[in-house]
Every structure is written in structure tokens, then in C-alpha cells.
């Protein structure tokens, strides 16, 4: 067992601002903001509550870190499962939940872009 407080990660998380698309059945297509991202998981703000264990299907949406255009158009399709969600007040008073997502499965092309832009933005 690692020492309270010690960092029990296993992948390094990257803080900065990123749009996430949800696509459930049960809760239709969510738009979420990134707050920190790794290759494991995400932890986002969403304007609507997802409970835990929920399972997801996102589209992640990386921008440009070497001067070739944005991935807008070809998002990182991932699936993830919502380990957490905490009910948290939203700007102006909207409801709002901030969700600790963990990454379930993810194709070995998407992994490595998203393993190319996480080291980028670490580096930099």
C-alpha cells in the first residue's frame, strides 16, 4: 500500500482545456469540458449528471500541437466508464457534475495520437 496522500496514478495527467463529445443511448450526445486528460482517463465538466459506472462512447477532440491542422474532424473514439461524479454548481448557478472518467477501450492508432499529444503538451 503507497503512503497516504502519494500519487497512485499510473499515467501522468495533462491539465488543459479540451472538448469531449458523450454518446449514450440513454443520455443522447453530451458536450463536456476536459480539465485533465491521460492516456487512462479524463476528468471533465459536464452539464449533465451521468451516474457511475455508467459506460460511455466519446469522441475526443485534439488540437493542432505541430502546425498540422486540428483533428476536429477525426476525433479519438474512446470507450470510458464514469468512476465518479460529483454534483458541483456551474457558472451562473446551472447545475453541473464534475465526472473522473476511466478509459475501458481505445483503438491502438487513437492511443498513440493521443500518447503523441500528451507528450507534446508535456514537453512544451
Request: with cysteine; charged share 25%.
Amino acid at each position: 500500500m503507497s503512503p497516504r496522500g502519494q500519487e497512485q496514478r499510473k499515467h501522468d495527467r495533462v491539465s488543459r482545456p479540451l472538448t469531449l463529445r458523450t454518446i449514450s443511448s440513454e443520455y443522447g450526445t453530451i458536450e463536456m469540458e476536459i480539465s485533465n486528460l491521460s492516456l487512462g482517463g479524463a476528468y471533465c465538466l459536464s452539464t449533465r449528471e451521468i451516474p457511475a459506472m455508467t459506460q460511455l462512447r466519446l469522441n475526443i477532440f485534439l488540437p493542432s500541437t505541430d502546425g498540422h491542422a486540428a483533428r476536429l474532424h477525426f476525433p479519438i473514439d474512446v470507450e470510458a466508464v464514469v468512476v465518479r461524479a460529483e454534483d458541483v454548481n456551474g457558472h451562473d448557478g446551472d447545475p453541473a457534475w464534475r465526472l473522473a472518467l476511466f478509459f475501458s477501450r481505445m483503438a491502438t492508432q487513437d492511443r498513440e495520437v493521443l500518447a503523441r499529444y500528451l507528450s507534446s503538451v508535456t514537453d512544451s
